[in-house]
């Protein structure tokens, strides 16, 4: 008993122990206050796209000296995208004459939606190059030596040898000055900035779309071949639905139950080479290379010529990160088409968008009955929402004054409405009542 009694007390005080830590850490690392989430206007994509553009093209030029200039103006846009795309967390930046510092908060969920986890750094010229200085999370200041050996850590994590080297050299001869930061170099190799490969690993058990494999879809010549073949004995068939479905029939006639998933990946890898855009054959497969993707007519969905390339484009990139990813790059697209010029938001096209990613997160769902039986109107209606009364062709000032932004509870709500239309589509198992 009084070893019992022993372990108890030695258990409880175990526990005390921890629990007084967990507390301490989250008084540290938290701070009590809310997140005021940023305006994103079109202005801010164009940009950050235009920068972003202008620099890829500098670090690739070995002609001349290159010198990549960021304003408060910049840094403002690029932080409105950021926060946009990688919600929850929340981005500020100033630039001082001094240095340039650089704010992230991250907004605790649940019952701690009152506290918030702050964190600042500040970027500064110092005999070692352009460096992080300081650093302080929450309460709690980190070292320079270990915030700088974090942020290095961050690029090597996010590209791939030898661009993020030189991008950490590049970065290490910022200057700033006149309220502007600048980061030159005198002609070198030229500097072709590639993602870390391991960005893409799979994520789980599920397979996807776009995975580390460097041949994700190994039969993909064979379903071009068929979709080629299913072209010429219908020229005058416009269809994604048709296409896809036929593709669909022809994986279930090619496939056993251990590799179905597999055989509908080449599937849609086909239709986003042959019908989407013959570039993605690089992603397809290693041994595939545009000429080979066979002429293939422009095609249409729900009766619409550019929902194709929406539906299609997003079933990619959702695989080049996750479903969130997918869909604030669509919407984004949207802010930037809103615009001075653009053909305006349209939710429309987002429902093509969030159609695209769904198909692919329920690949393992479909019901092989519902694609051998269904009419090609059917089938669409099976795997396509209904887009009837969506608001499209919105001008910025138009979207601004009946939705107000992408938070706004009115934004919100028809948002919902794409969700509940989706979730009733027919063609997947699990959306069966």
Partial sequence: ??????????????????????????????????????????????????????????????????????????????????????????????IFDSGVVV???????????????????????????????????GRVTIPSRFAHFLFESSIHALLD?????QILQLISMGQVANQQVSF???????????????????QGLQSSLFSANKNPAPDIQVYLDEL??????NQNERRLAFYMQHLFKFALHRADNADLEQQYISALWALAVGLGN???????????TPDQVPQLPRVTLSGRGDLPLHFLYSAVFKNLGNAFLAE???????????????????FIDMAANKAGINLVQQ????????????????FEQAFFPSISELPEGLSEEAFINQFGSLTDSRYIELDNIIEQRLAKLTLFKMSEN
């Avoid at 040898?161 to 080297?165: A, V």
């Fill in 278 to 288: 013959k570039r993605f054959a690089r992603y397809a497969n290693t041994s595939l």
């Fill in 161 to 165: 040898s030898p661009s993020d080297q």
């Fill in 1 to 94: 008993m009084r070893v019992v009694k022993k372990l108890v007390r030695a258990l409880i005080k175990t526990i005390a122990i921890v629990a007084l830590l967990l507390i301490l850490l989250f008084w540290l690392f938290t701070l009590p206050g809310q997140v005021e989430q940023r305006n994103l206007a079109s202005n801010d994509v164009v940009s950050s796209q235009n920068l972003l553009s202008s620099s890829i093209r500098q670090l690739k030029s070995d002609s001349a000296d290159l010198t990549i200039t960021l304003t408060q103006a910049n840094l403002d846009a690029m932080f409105n995208v950021a926060s946009h795309t990688l919600k929850p967390f929340v981005f500020h930046g100033s």
């Fill in 328 to 346: 604030q790059i669509g919407s984004l697209k949207e802010i930037n088409d809103a615009g001075r010029g653009g053909s305006g938001f349209s």
């Fill in 184 to 202: 030159s170099r005198k002609p070198s190799q030229p500097i072709n900035v590639e993602l870390n490969p391991k960005l893409y690993a799979e």
């Fill in 103 to 137: 704010h992230l908060v991250y907004a605790l969920p649940g019952i701690f939606s009152e506290r918030l986890i702050p964190l600042t750094c500040f970027f500064n010229e110092t005999t070692q190059g352009f460096r992080v200085e300081d650093c302080k999370l």
């Fill in 228 to 233: 080629s073949r299913l072209y010429q004995s």
């Fill in 363 to 378: 690949l393992v769902n479909i019901d092989p009955q519902q694609v051998r039986q269904l009419s090609t109107e059917q």
